[in-house]
């Protein structure tokens, strides 16, 4: 069997620590270990042992907003997964801008952190319906340019239809689905501000084919214009 | 509004009068007596001032502004200039050559209509008393003296009239706008208290289409509440009877108010509605958010345990949209003109999106 994902949780709110363990332990296939739980940054720095390949961190910690210090974690080779009380559209994007792989609001916990957590291990993208409504609301002129199929895929996601409905609506296999909303999502990884974390996911994109190498180029270019 | 187009209009009258004057009064005088003069070019050096000080006291007036220190600025200049002009008489002529003394009151009447009257009265008594001063230093005696007083009296009380005219016709204009205004509050209230009728009568024959028939029929047994779809019918004419009394309320997004009135009655049947927006929404009509909110309300009524609601800016329009876990697979109205509504059914769930563009 391979070996589990180890994460962190920083989080302040011991009902919500139980909240994700329970999801985890849930996990038949034991897919994911808990290494540690800290209240806050510095506890997760002081812990112990070997660093956890993935970090659940809530965005408010001790009543302070800690959006900034997500690109300085970010760059520790850590893998981040934003889950977060609240889903403003800005938020979303700064967070994912400064080197998250994914964001997860409160509620979107239940049915999509155990998942996002594997695929954050694995760097590859994982799009909740709050990270696409955030990319339907951006209007940022310097923001990647999303084809009318990636638009309308991430549209029908953030209405609330299963992957599955979204593709027979859109007369596309589920994977497709998966593809087009994969893809708006490396766009913006491949603009906006450089990380390690955005390299990974854009190696790894390179390799599973949801990008060529040369759109890596194309977006980063457009952004730096 | 109607007292500012009185107070310009008679703005401009007294600009044309004072100028009509320094053209027509002074102008031609100094014209006809060219001849008396020691220097004309002098006198008509100063009467050039005099008419850049009207220039001048034109434009302050036109624009309305009436501080003191302009007004009272260009008054002196203008005295300062027919002063003069008036110490370069020919001795003993003064009363019969001298034109700048009239045309400095009414230099005073263009720069002072604005301030309080006492501030005109006392700028005239000021070019008097000079015009007196350089008379007296000619020697009096009873012919000047007497002509000095008719000239006084018929010049001043001219310019006396046009102030206080002035001042009268501001009042009457106050007094007749304030008149307009009330008629025009007055117009305006019973245009609003009709649109409220009207809107009042749309919403009770909206309700006589489906709410009364249904509590008819309950009040006279007919309908059995312990029947589902007599229970659904409730629930559809209470979330609509809540959208109806939404649609009244002055809030920022009303679609995104009227849609949460109607998933309230849904949350009180134990349904757990979630409401999302993405992007910037645009206004929409109250006429369009009725046929959206229809549609969604016949989806949360349908709903068996969970909604979600979403509203999506789509460019100049909007995409409504309702999933929601609803077996029993509701009849949805139909679009209609501006709205098209597109439905899917995957098992259980149900999605249904209403979009509307307002170009």
């Known amino acids: 069997m391979e070996q589990p994902v180890t994460v962190a949780i920083v989080e302040d709110h011991p009902v919500v620590v139980e909240g994700v363990t329970s999801w985890i332990d849930s996990d038949r296939q034991r897919r994911i270990r808990l290494a540690h739980v800290a209240r806050d940054l510095a506890g997760l720095e002081s812990a112990p042992g070997p660093a956890a390949d993935v970090v659940i961190l809530d965005l408010e910690l001790g009543g302070r907003l800690i959006t900034g210090e997500i690109a300085r974690l970010a760059g520790t080779a850590r893998r981040i997964v934003a889950f977060p009380g609240h889903s403003e559209p800005d938020i979303v994007m700064a967070v994912l801008d400064a080197g998250a792989h994914a964001y997860i609001a409160k509620d979107e916990g239940r049915e999509h952190l155990v998942e996002a957590v594997l695929a954050a291990a694995g760097d590859r993208p994982y799009v909740t319906r709050s990270q696409a409504k955030a990319i339907l609301a951006d209007t940022q002129p310097s923001g990647p340019a999303l084809s009318a199929q990636e638009r309308q895929a991430l549209l029908l996601w953030f209405q609330g239809m299963s992957k599955a409905s979204v593709g027979r609506r859109m007369s596309i296999t589920e994977n497709t689905v998966r593809q087009y909303i994969n893809r708006a999502r490396m766009k913006y990884a491949a603009t906006g501000r450089p990380a390690p974390s955005k390299d990974a996911l854009l190696a790894r994109a390179i390799e599973d084919q949801i990008i060529t190498p040369g759109e890596v180029t194309m977006y980063t270019s457009r952004a730096r214009q | ?359």
């Open chain 2, 1 to 359: 509004m109607l007292s500012a187009r009185y107070r310009r209009a008679l703005n401009i009258a007294v600009v044309i009068v004072v100028a009509g004057w320094q053209l027509a009064g002074a102008g031609s005088q100094l014209a006809a007596d060219r001849a008396d003069y020691r220097s004309v070019a002098f006198q008509l050096a100063m009467w050039l001032v005099l008419a850049v000080v009207i220039a001048a006291g034109s434009v302050r007036l036109l624009r309305g502004m009436s501080g003191w220190p302009g007004a009272w600025a260009l008054a002196l200049v203008a005295l300062a200039a027919a002063t003069a002009a008036a110490a370069a008489c020919p001795a003993g002529q003064l009363l019969k050559t001298d034109w700048g003394w009239g045309a400095a009151g009414w230099v005073g009447v263009l720069v002072l209509l604005r301030r309080p009257f006492g501030e005109l009265a006392g700028f005239l008594s000021l070019a008097a008393a000079t015009t007196f001063a350089i008379m007296a230093r000619d020697g009096l005696h009873r012919a000047s003296l007497a002509g000095f007083i008719t000239i006084l009296a018929g010049s001043a009380a001219i310019q006396f009239a046009v102030t206080v005219a002035a001042g009268a016709l501001e009042l009457v204009a106050r007094q007749a706008a304030g008149a307009a205004e009330s008629e025009a509050a007055v117009r305006a209230q019973s245009a609003i208290a009709r649109q409220v009728h009207a809107a009042r009568h749309a919403r009770w024959l909206a309700l006589q289409a489906t709410a009364a028939p249904l509590l008819r029929a309950l009040a006279a047994g007919t309908a059995d509440p312990g029947d589902e779809t007599v229970r659904r019918s409730c629930a559809m004419e209470a979330a609509r009877l809540r959208r109806m009394m939404a649609e009244t309320d002055d809030t920022l997004v009303p679609l995104m108010h009227e849609l949460h009135a109607a998933a309230d009655i849904a949350e009180r049947r134990g349904v757990a509605v979630d409401i999302e927006t993405a992007g910037a929404l645009p206004g929409v009509p109250p006429g369009i958010r009725r046929i959206i909110t229809d549609a969604a309300i016949t989806i949360l009524v349908a709903a068996r345990s969970r909604a979600r609601v979403t509203m999506a800016g789509t460019g100049a329009g909007i995409a409504v949209s309702l999933v929601a876990d609803a077996p029993e697979q509701p009849r949805l109205p139909a679009g209609h003109g501006e709205v098209t509504i597109e439905q899917q059914h995957d098992g259980d769930d149900l999605w249904m999106e209403a979009r509307w563009s307002s170009q």
